[in-house]
T-cell receptor, first 113, second 114 residues
Framework: NAGVTQTPKFQVLKTGQSMTLQCAQDMNHNSMYWYRQDPGMGLRLIYYSASEGTTDKGEVPNGYNVSRLNKREFSLRLESAAPSQTSVYFC????????????FGPGTRLTVT | QQQVKQSPQSLIVQKGGISIINCAYENTAFDYFPWYQQFPGKGPALLIAIRPDVSEKKEGRFTISFNKSAKQFSLHIMDSQPGDSATYFCAARGGSGNTGKLIFGQGTTLQVKP
C-alpha cells in the first residue's frame, strides 16, 4: 500500500497563476483533509471531506477550492496564487471522521513569487 | 484564532535526558488529544493520544500527562535519543458536532544532541 500520495512534491508559481494539488489514498478511507503548514503556525485545516460527495471549509479556506473526485482522490485548487499561499501543503485521510488518527501524505512545497 | 497553544517552539536536550513539551487549550468540548511526530521532509504521524478522562498514558518512552482542571497536557520523552529529533505537534479533536477536525498546536522542534 502506498498510503497517501501527493503530487507534485515541489512547485513554483508566479502570482496570479493557477494550479491543482493532487492527493490520493489507497486505504479505502472515507474522510480526507487538506492542511497547510507554516513556521510557527502549526498545521491549519483548509478544507475537508467527511465522506465522498461532501466538502466543508476549515479554518483557512479563502483562496482555495477543493474537489472530492471519488473516494480515493481529493484535490486542492488555487485559482489565482498569491505570495501568502507560499507554504507546505499536506493531504491526510482517516477511515471515519470520528477517528483521531489521520494519515498524512509527504507534502507539497509551494512557492509563489 | 489559536485554540491550542504549544510551548516551547524549540528544544535542545542531551541524549538520555527528558524532553517536555507543553500544550494548553480553551475549548472544553475537545474530546481527544493526540500528539503527532514529524521528521524532516515527511508528513506528521500519530505518536500517542489520550482522552480527557485519563490523567496519564504511557507508551514506551513517551508519556502524556493530562490536567483537565488546568486545561493543559504535556508530552514527556524519557531517555531522549538522537532519533527522536523531530517536530512534535499536540492536537485536540473537535468534539460533539465537530468530529473529525483536529486543531493543532504551533509545533515544537526537538533536537537531541548525542
Amino acid at each position: 500500500n502506498a498510503g497517501v500520495t501527493q503530487t507534485p512534491k515541489f512547485q513554483v508559481l508566479k502570482t496570479g497563476q493557477s494550479m491543482t494539488l493532487q492527493c490520493a489514498q489507497d486505504m479505502n478511507h472515507n474522510s480526507m483533509y487538506w492542511y497547510r503548514q507554516d513556521p510557527g503556525m502549526g498545521l491549519r485545516l483548509i478544507y475537508y471531506s467527511a465522506s465522498e460527495g461532501t466538502t466543508d471549509k476549515g479554518e483557512v479556506p479563502n483562496g482555495y477550492n477543493v474537489s472530492r473526485l471519488n473516494k480515493r482522490e481529493f484535490s486542492l485548487r488555487l485559482e489565482s496564487a498569491a505570495p501568502s499561499q507560499t507554504s507546505v501543503y499536506f493531504c491526510a485521510s482517516t477511515q471515519d471522521r470520528d477517528l483521531y488518527e489521520q494519515y498524512f501524505g509527504p507534502g507539497t512545497r509551494l512557492t509563489v513569487t | 484564532q489559536q485554540q491550542v497553544k504549544q510551548s516551547p517552539q524549540s528544544l535542545i536536550v542531551q541524549k538520555g535526558g527528558i524532553s517536555i513539551i507543553n500544550c494548553a487549550y480553551e475549548n472544553t468540548a475537545f474530546d481527544y488529544f493526540p500528539w503527532y511526530q514529524q521528521f524532516p521532509g515527511k508528513g506528521p504521524a500519530l505518536l500517542i493520544a489520550i482522552r480527557p478522562d485519563v490523567s496519564e498514558k504511557k507508551e514506551g518512552r513517551f508519556t502524556i500527562s493530562f490536567n483537565k482542571s488546568a486545561k493543559q497536557f504535556s508530552l514527556h520523552i524519557m531517555d531522549s535519543q538522537p532519533g527522536d529529533s523531530a517536530t512534535y505537534f499536540c492536537a485536540a479533536r473537535g468534539g460533539s458536532g465537530n468530529t473529525g477536525k483536529l486543531i493543532f498546536g504551533q509545533g515544537t522542534t526537538l533536537q537531541v544532541k548525542p
